[in-house]
């Protein structure tokens, strides 16, 4: 048997992490298995479907290393609405669904409460299909439905708990409980690994492979993805985006390591390793079923250890869509002719060192590539307190009497000045630091200022200066 897995997202917005991390799961399993991974796109929901959601989940499947050569599709589930009608009439022809126009209020109204499920009422009254009339899947009366779960062992449910569930709504198309189950068959799906949200419908999905006279797939249940407060991720609620994350600058081997850690472990007493390790060690039946959470702030600290990872080279380079722009990302404050990638190669060491995301890169630099600073009035506020103006006027004497502009000379410079004031070298290069660069924190100040040059670093000297008149 060739093992067969499947990814099956909905293009109705933005790529969800949790997705994500059921693709590579999928993927991953796949490959162990000298199978295949065959993508999905449910796109039934036609109101909300949009092409270019279609587009963006190939994009970000091919950014976490899902190259669009490495699968079967994508496929379309609209393409198979024949074979859900099909089947759908199957189970009535063979009395396995009958037809049934309850409303809502009809159930709660015979029941006498808005939480009881539907009552079987049309079971045996012989309603054809007509307008409005929805089918329904006719559920045993007795027994049980194992699920055989690699993850979570073998959930069984009472078959008499299980209400008569709708499998085609009143214009005759198939829910997606009848078209996921339909798809899979056709496609010849033998592993199904999805998020623990769709586990109640397994076994409603299971007695609808029997009743088409199929074997179910193996099923596994990865666990859900939660928030701090243990909620589910929400797209409304929470930064879930993966989209968001590539544009703020994480990257593509941080973030897969960090997914694939929701849940799962890697041997031995670490968490970033590389992606080898992880297609050799992962397995299904270790993934932990308890809620994983996603920590943002652990997926930075693993960000800023995947980015001091990268030769020098690498890092210039995976910072050129935020010193540039993109359809994406948003351009810097600078104008193209005012940066200079020699500059930018001469400091990119000391900003490598320092970001967690590449898009900080930009506030680390401007100060380099703008013809005045973007001043922070907070950082303003803080660095300019009495003297700042005597000490300014120190400093630019001093570094115009440098016989060289190098950071050492720079700092010690400065160090004197401060020392003739009482002043450690903290807090005598606070003023100068924001009347050159506009902020309290960045790059170190020595080597920025070397970059800088000695005359564009006086003007911005002078001109705080002057501010402070």
């Not at 968001?244 to 850690?261: P, S, T, V």
């Not at 303003?380 to 060289?404: N, R, T, V, Y």
């Amino acid at each position: 048997m060739t093992v067969r897995v499947r990814f099956a997202p909905s293009p109705t917005g933005m790529f969800h992490v949790g997705g994500a991390r059921s693709a590579l799961q999928n993927w991953i399993y796949a490959k162990q298995q000298g199978g295949v991974f065959v993508l999905r796109i449910e796109d039934t929901d036609a109101a909300r479907n949009k092409p270019e959601w279609t587009e963006g989940i190939l994009s970000a499947l091919e950014w976490i290393g899902i190259e669009r050569t490495s699968y079967e599709g994508p496929h379309f589930q609209s393409e198979n609405a024949h074979e859900h009608r099909a089947a759908a009439q199957r189970l009535y022809d063979a009395g396995r669904a009958y037809y049934c126009d309850c409303t809502r209020e009809d159930v709660q109204a015979r029941t006498g409460s808005q939480h009881s499920g539907y009552d079987g009422y049309h079971r045996d009254r012989g309603l054809g299909p007509g307008e409005g009339r929805a089918l329904r899947f006719r559920t045993p009366d007795e027994g049980e439905t194992v699920v055989v779960d690699l993850i979570r062992g073998e959930p069984t449910f009472e078959n008499k708990l299980i209400e008569d569930f709708v499998i085609a709504r009143g214009d005759g198309s198939p829910v997606f409980l009848l078209a996921n189950v339909v798809d899979d068959m056709v496609m010849g799906i033998t592993h199904v690994i999805r998020a623990e949200e769709h586990l109640p419908n397994t076994p409603k999905q299971q007695l609808l492979w029997a009743a088409l006279g199929a074997e179910p797939p193996i099923w596994a249940h990865v666990p859900v993805v939660v928030n701090e407060k243990r909620q589910k991720l929400s797209k409304r609620r929470d930064k879930v985006a993966l989209e968001a994350y590539r544009d703020e600058g994480y990257l593509a081997d941080a973030m897969r390591n960090y997914l694939m850690l929701l849940g799962w472990a890697p041997s031995g007493d670490r968490e970033i390793v590389p992606w080898s390790v992880i297609e050799e060690e992962f397995r299904l039946e270790s993934v932990n079923p308890s809620p994983a959470f996603f920590d943002e702030k652990k997926l930075r600290a693993f960000n800023g250890e995947y980015i001091r990872a990268l030769s020098a080279d690498d890092f210039v380079a995976a910072c050129q869509p935020w010193l540039t722009g993109t359809s994406t990302i948003a351009p810097p404050p600078w104008q193209p002719d005012e940066f200079d990638p020699a500059v930018f190669a001469a400091v990119a060491p000391l900003a490598q060192t320092r970001i967690a995301v590449l898009s900080e890169i930009v506030p680390n630099v401007d100060f380099l590539f703008l013809a005045t600073p973007t001043i922070d009035e907070a950082a303003w506020a803080k660095a300019m307190k009495e003297g700042s103006a005597e000490l300014l006027d120190a400093a630019i004497s001093a570094f115009e009497a440098l016989p060289s502009w190098e950071a050492e000379a720079i700092k010690a410079a400065l160090e004197a000045v401060g020392a003739e004031r009482g002043l450690k070298l903290g807090k005598a290069q606070a003023p100068v630091r924001v009347a050159v660069t506009g902020r309290t924190v960045g790059l170190p100040l020595f080597e920025s200022l070397e970059v800088l040059g000695r005359e564009r670093a006086l003007t911005r000297l002078r001109a705080a200066r002057v501010r402070l008149v």
